[in-house]
């Protein structure tokens, strides 16, 4: 046998082990997709909707959070959170951000808590930005960083912005928020359709107690991730 046959055998043996290793994976995914998938809605979930980031997992919920479906479906009891839609008034933000679909709701407990939540959904990139840029141009103050979120199953991460601001009487105003942002597939491709999920409450307590309340709330539409 000659040196070159020896040769394009051995490269044909190599690619013939690449093409199976890639298949292997890729069934293994695909049923570890599945299983995830018997179990409801499944998304992809990140801080950051303009790069991948080490916090991005895939995340199940019970609920349908796909743009081909009116966003205002999800219910408005969720445990012990009764929830009811908000008037929307800053008009000048939805000219600007031209989102399909819009929803602000305030949920609250049985003690008097309560929180905000925000949905904003859309197949354009144009209809997103960081809710930290409308503090910070309203005069507020602010501090982020990633928070986990602890589920039934795995976790996920949000990104937690605390806003700070002088009233008039000279004390201070807080808020707290968690969002990140959902895609439909491992694509993270915004013309398939992106929701930002936002949570915001006022400073019940300490920050800690705060952010307990919702993680409880959110742990109400998520509930496995994994890597």
Not at 96 to 122: A, K
Not at 129 to 134: D, G, K, N, R, Y
Not at 178 to 195: A, C, E, K, V
């Amino acid at each position: 046998m000659s040196r070159d046959t020896r040769r394009y055998l051995v490269t044909l043996t190599l690619l013939a082990i690449a093409a199976a290793a890639v298949l292997f994976i890729g069934l293994n995914e695909g049923i570890a997709g599945r299983e995830l998938s018997n179990r409801g809605y499944t998304y992809i979930v990140d801080v950051d909707h303009w790069q991948r980031t080490r916090r991005e997992r895939a995340v199940q919920s019970p609920y349908d959070f796909s743009l081909d479906t009116d966003l205002n479906s999800l219910p408005l009891r969720l445990g012990d959170w009764q929830g009811r839609d908000v008037p929307l008034t800053n008009l000048e933000a939805l000219i600007l951000l031209e989102p399909e679909q819009y929803v602000q709701r305030i949920y609250s407990l049985p003690d008097g808590r309560y929180l905000w939540l925000t949905l904003i959904g859309s197949h354009k990139s144009k209809s997103f930005h960081s809710p930290q840029i409308c503090y910070t141009a309203d005069g507020w103050s602010t501090d982020a960083s990633s928070e986990p979120i602890p589920l039934k199953k795995g976790e996920i991460y949000a990104l937690r912005l605390v806003a700070r601001k002088r009233i008039k009487e000279g004390g201070q105003e807080q808020h707290v928020v968690l969002y990140f942002y959902l895609w439909p597939n491992t694509t993270r491709d915004n013309s398939q359709g992106l929701i930002l999920f936002k949570v915001t409450s006022s400073l019940y307590g300490s920050l800690d107690e705060t952010l307990r309340m919702e993680k409880d709330f959110i742990r109400e539409f998520f509930t496995r991730a994994r890597a």
